[in-house]
């Protein structure tokens, strides 16, 4: 029967787009918890090895979107089909993005390993990292297996990453507030915390997406939560006016 | 010719394709320039309506998706024209991106606004914008043109962004430094001069794939510089055993 063959050929080879995300899903954790890792230790060698393996995700990227606009072309599929391909695009997408905040934190791991750091900050760096990597490993879960039931839990937790990264930043600023031999390190280290909840949005933009291929319906736009860093003063700020 | 008319209300959709580009770019430009005029004069209430502004692209790239998949599924498009939807759909993406920076510069003014604020820093924020927003500019004229001879040149300069961004990121951690009263301004700017600089990097990639849909062929993926302020240490920081 020729039309099995050919949907069985088309199956595979959805099958191996996949598999590249898969790929490139465990690429990107393990990126971001060596990165963190080489942040907490001071290991700048540690750090070179992940800005070396970004580019990994670079070429599976790219690899992907080319594969899958190959399959469109040749397959020319139709509904179920087309979400599950332009969804691969889109995610791949956000997995290159999540290897570019790893790799932006272990790019500064040198610079805070030369200068003076509190210790105290690696503590809330290392868990608000926990949380964004179990949220990424979720819904590269649903992904894989296409059960959608966690995808709101996924959603919903991205606030808990918001508000410990608002915490951590309000932390941040009253160590530099306080010794001023802080300011290098905690500006970089803000800027990690903040690579590391884009990394918690990322995961929940591929929930977004693995909830459209499942079901093809979309979760609502509005995203009830967002991080509230932006509207944070330290308490020793000079008032305009005071 | 029946033909013909398939061709000719192709090409339709296609240029409609097109026109929501140039629509959702003219909007993602106005915002930045928005975000950062608001910022440079302190305005809280053009602040709120570059925030509110940014729905309009969401749904914008959420319609080009949905227009771009309905568009293959009816059409089955090869090469040139699948390059071109593809090509949308990327180019939306990056566009929606570019919005979210500005919005994210914009809720930062409040914070900024309440606090002292050194003044000659905003100088340097806005000819940093003025640099991206350029950039910008170029790109969708290169899309909307499709003439590809402008494009290396925005590679190019997206390296001097990354330089002005550099010597601002070391400006803003010698402000710190000198007075603690300035780091929650500072703070905030440094992540505003990040957006900014990310506007540049998201048009360098808006003129990747403008080559692409043009040439079908693909710029090198090694990009020859990146910002350096990762390595940035303030000189009054103290140095390990220091």
Chains 1, 2 share one sequence.
């Not at 993005?97 to 290392?126: H, M, Y």
């Amino acid at each position: 029967m020729p039309g099995q063959n050919i949907r069985r050929s088309f199956d595979q080879e959805l099958r191996s787009l996949a598999n590249q995300i898969g790929a490139m899903g465990g690429h990107a954790e393990r990126m971001v918890e060596q990165a963190v890792g080489a942040l907490v230790s001071g290991d700048t060698e540690l750090a070179r090895i992940v800005i070396e393996n970004d580019a990994f995700l670079d070429l599976k990227e790219r690899e992907i979107g080319e594969n899958a606009v190959a399959i469109i072309a040749k397959r020319q599929p139709m509904a179920g089909d087309l979400r599950e391909i332009v969804g691969a695009i889109r995610i791949s997408s956000d997995l290159e993005r999540v290897g570019d905040l790893a790799k932006n934190i272990a790019k500064r791991v040198a610079a805070i390993a030369e200068v003076r750091q509190p210790t105290q900050l690696f503590r809330g760096i290392s868990a608000l990292s926990d949380l964004a990597l179990a949220q990424l490993k979720e819904v590269l879960d649903a992904y894989a297996s296409r059960l959608p039931d966690k995808i709101s839990f996924v959603r919903d937790r991205d606030e808990d990453i918001d508000a410990m990264y608002t915490s951590l930043f309000r932390e941040l600023l009253t160590y530099m507030m306080e010794d001023p031999r802080n300011i290098t390190a905690c500006t970089h280290l803000v800027f990690c915390a903040k690579n590391i909840e884009r990394v918690g949005d990322h995961a929940t933009n591929i929930a977004e997406t693995v909830y459209h291929i499942i079901t093809g319906a979309t979760l609502p736009a509005e995203r009830p939560k967002e991080d509230m860093s932006h509207r944070v003063t330290a308490p020793g700020s000079v008032q305009k006016g005071g």
